[in-house]
């Protein structure tokens, strides 16, 4: 679907070449390994050992973009930036951000020479979401772990589908389960299912989450620009949009009719309905996630 990239992670010269030719975006050469062993211990997780050569070669074997994930920022940071772009990264990843400060000192470094993304995994970064969003990034929404659409352990591929149609990714990351799963498959045959799944995803989720995103606090304003990216019709998009914003706004005007004697009373109302908003949204997504589960169980059983 136009505007939605697969990332995938590989070193791979033949891999790198294959996937390319089937539609594959760009490639991620892994550099993270500080820290990793001790924070994944006892956790089926994977630690790259890719290196400098590796980037030179994936570079070597491809036009299309090619992103670096660094470590996360340390005192070293500046020559593994420099390192990075001298073995021709388009873009650098910077895990475990915590602050913004961070994130700007990799920018500064970097100095418009490559684009910048984050990976938003710590508790400090979500607690300063709002700071990182002003910040001149070159990623939007995504993330990792899609293989094939009938495909996926612990979570189902199609959950994750839906989970970024309803949320407007605009690229995800393909690692060793989708490595896994197509190992001595034709990626010309098998890349354009995953997209094929991804546009099927958007049409039955997409307008939906649309809609349902005007409603919930700090997704409302992210979504629609983030489905812009994605390549969904302006129709698909703008239409839903309309209408919730519609309804929100003659309730936001009703509740300050009702209590125009009273502000604060009505800034609470606005308030409450919020967090009971949050709330049905955690609630819905949870029996959702449920019912995929059992459903994927019964499938596989």
């Not at 400098?52 to 340390?74: D, P, Q």
């Not at 990264?89 to 475990?96: Q, T, Y």
């Not at 189902?156 to 498959?185: I, N």
């Not at 309905?273 to 589960?293: D, E, K, P, S």
């Amino acid at each position: 679907m136009g505007g939605f990239e697969l990332l995938l992670f590989t070193t791979d010269a033949a891999i790198v070449r294959e996937a390319g030719a089937a539609g594959v975006a760009g490639f991620v050469v892994d550099w993270e390994r500080r820290g990793k062993q001790d924070r994944q211990a006892g956790f089926d997780t994977q630690i790259g050992a890719d290196d400098a050569e590796g980037l030179r070669r994936v570079r070597a074997h491809t036009r299309s973009r090619v992103l670096c994930r660094i470590n996360g920022v340390h005192a070293g940071t500046g020559d593994e930036v420099e390192e990075a772009l001298a073995a021709g990264a388009d873009e650098l990843l910077v895990p475990m951000v915590r602050r913004p400060e961070q994130v700007e000192a990799v920018l500064a470094r970097v100095a418009g020479r490559a684009g910048v993304g984050i990976l938003i995994e710590t508790q400090g970064a979500l607690a300063c979401l709002d700071a990182l969003a002003r910040l001149p990034l070159a990623r939007h929404l995504g993330f990792a772990g899609l293989t094939l659409p009938e495909g996926g352990r612990p979570v189902p591929c199609r959950l994750l589908l839906a989970e970024m149609a309803r949320l407007g990714a605009d690229f995800t990351m393909l690692r060793r389960s989708f490595l896994r799963d197509t190992r001595g498959l034709p990626l010309a045959t098998h890349v354009p299912r995953i997209l094929a799944a991804l546009e099927e995803a958007y049409a039955r989720w997409g307008t939906s989450g649309i809609f349902l995103s005007r409603f919930l606090p700090g997704l409302r304003a992210a979504v629609p620009p983030f489905a812009g990216v994605a390549g969904l019709p302006v129709a698909r998009v703008l239409v839903p949009a309309a209408i919730a914003s519609a309804i929100w706004y003659a309730f936001l005007a009703f509740a300050g009719y009702k209590v125009a004697e009273n502000w604060d009373a009505a800034k609470a109302l606005v308030a409450d309905t919020n967090r009971a908003l949050g709330a049905a949204a955690l609630v819905l997504a949870a029996i959702g996630a449920a019912w995929l589960w059992r459903r994927s169980r019964r499938r596989t059983g």
